[in-house]
């Protein structure tokens, strides 16, 4: 990769703030594509299709070793690790992107995962990632919750590529209001003529190239197209927080969001997949 210059870093920063998403070209190396290429394709290759997640395409989870040592792994239930992982979530240059765009207080979940439409594979319903909604964090106007992703194969929009709604991590359309939980038992068992996977007209499509680094707020709304080519198009997805609260990035420079003024007066809460009060609350708040 080459480095990002600070114009372009900051163009990115301002477009993952405004849109919700930015894409860094070129982060991972061809060696390491590779190795998870052979990786991914072990795992998918040894491992029978489960229709649970058929929209999604695989839904693998892969530990780090770290983790595995620790003895705390995410779905231990399907017993996956790799020191891979390791290398991935901490790979230099997609932490030099990270910083050079100015992501600050970034913590990694420690696990990779394999999310692989199968050639001919279906389309991925609308939905959103964050599960934090009744948390005043929700609404604040900088992402909290990211996820990065390498897609191992070029994208398209004919081997299903991601689509995203630019600016619906902070502000409400009619889709969110018939969208169920993202990718639980409700959702997985719609079929695709429902609006759930209809063309939206402020979609945009994001191809990409192999191995560039993909950054989504967990709150826009995003989808992917079906995969009408004859090879499986995989991705790669790491989960990671950052800005921990009520910590404010040190380059805000806009008035500080009333949720962060008012931070000791919230006490905990439920997690939530469903938006309520807080998207959109912000902006409303001007
Ligand atoms: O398949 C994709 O491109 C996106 C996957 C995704 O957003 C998810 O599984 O939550
Ligand atoms: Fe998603």
Redesign the pocket.
């Known amino acids: 990769m080459s480095k990002l210059s600070p114009v372009e870093a900051l163009v990115k920063r301002e477009q993952l703030v405004r849109d919700g998403f930015c894409i860094i070209p070129g982060v991972l190396d061809d060696s390491m594509l590779e190795r998870w290429i052979e990786y991914s394709d072990s795992v998918l290759d040894a491992t029978p299709h489960n229709p649970d997640t058929k929209y999604?395409?695989s839904?693998f989870h892969i530990n780090s070793r770290r983790r595995y040592l620790r003895g705390d792994m995410h779905r231990p239930d399907l017993g996956l690790w790799s020191p891979l992982v390791d290398e991935l979530v901490d790979l230099p240059a997609a932490d030099e992107a990270c910083e050079a765009i100015g992501i600050e207080g970034k913590e990694s979940d420690d696990t990779v995962?394999i999310?692989s439409?199968p050639a001919q594979g279906p389309a991925?319903y609308w939905?959103q990632?964050f599960m934090e909604w009744d948390h005043p964090k929700a609404s604040l106007p900088w992402p909290t919750r990211i996820?990065l992703?390498y897609?191992l194969v070029d994208?398209t929009v004919e081997n299903?590529?991601?689509r995203a709604i630019p600016g619906t991590h902070l502000k409400r359309i009619p889709l969110h209001d018939i969208l169920p939980a993202?990718?639980g038992p409700e959702i997985q068992a719609l079929d695709t003529s429902h609006p759930v996977f209809a063309d939206h007209p402020d979609a945009i499509d994001l191809p990409v190239k192999a191995g560039d680094l993909v950054i989504?707020d967990a709150r826009l709304l995003?989808?992917?197209h079906a995969n009408r080519s004859n090879q499986r198009?995989t991705?790669l997805?790491q989960w990671h927080s950052i800005f921990p609260w009520p910590g404010v990035p040190s380059w805000w420079a806009r008035p500080l969001p009333e949720v962060i003024q008012r931070a000791s007066e919230f006490g905990s809460y439920e997690m939530s997949r469903i938006p309520g009060k807080y998207l959109g609350a912000e902006r409303a708040a001007g």
């Open positions: 999604q395409g839904d995962l999310l439409k991925l939905h990632d996820f992703s897609y994208t299903g590529c991601l993202a990718h989504n995003h989808a992917a198009r991705l997805l």
